[in-house]
């Protein structure tokens, strides 16, 4: 059984800055596998990719993050971050943890991150 549990989240204001992190755990979890992604729901919208970090440690990022935000990933501790620097009131989400590979696909149950003054 995998697991996916965000952390970080919370209330800043416009042009502050937070880490998200997502913790992978399950005995037989090969995490360094797995395409890991960030993405965000607003109320009302669609859910988007913000981030993902392949197995191979080449990122992508949405248009509306780049340069704003950076995607890590550490898989000694089967861990990925969110690096997120002058946030802007529209970067008010549920942000969501994903690992995928094949026909794996995990989710966390997200963390919300309200840009607020």
């Known amino acids: 059984q995998v697991q996916l549990v965000e952390s970080g989240g919370g209330l800043v204001q416009p042009g502050g800055s937070l880490t998200l992190s997502c913790a992978a755990s399950?005995?037989?979890?090969?995490?360094?596998?797995?395409?890991v992604g960030w993405y965000r729901q607003a109320p009302g919208k669609q859910r988007e990719l913000v981030a993902a970090?392949?197995?191979?440690?080449?990122?992508n990022y949405a248009a509306s993050v780049k340069g704003r935000f950076t995607a890590s990933r550490d898989n000694s501790k089967k861990t990925v971050y969110l690096q997120m620097n002058s946030l802007k009131p529209e970067d008010t989400a549920v942000y969501y943890c994903?690992?995928?590979?094949?026909?794996?696909?995990?989710w966390g149950p997200g963390t919300q991150v309200t840009v607020s003054s």
């Open positions: 970090v392949s197995s191979g440690g080449s990122t």
């Open positions: 399950g005995s037989s979890f090969s995490f360094r596998i797995y395409t």
């Open positions: 994903n690992c995928r590979w094949s026909n794996a696909d995990y």
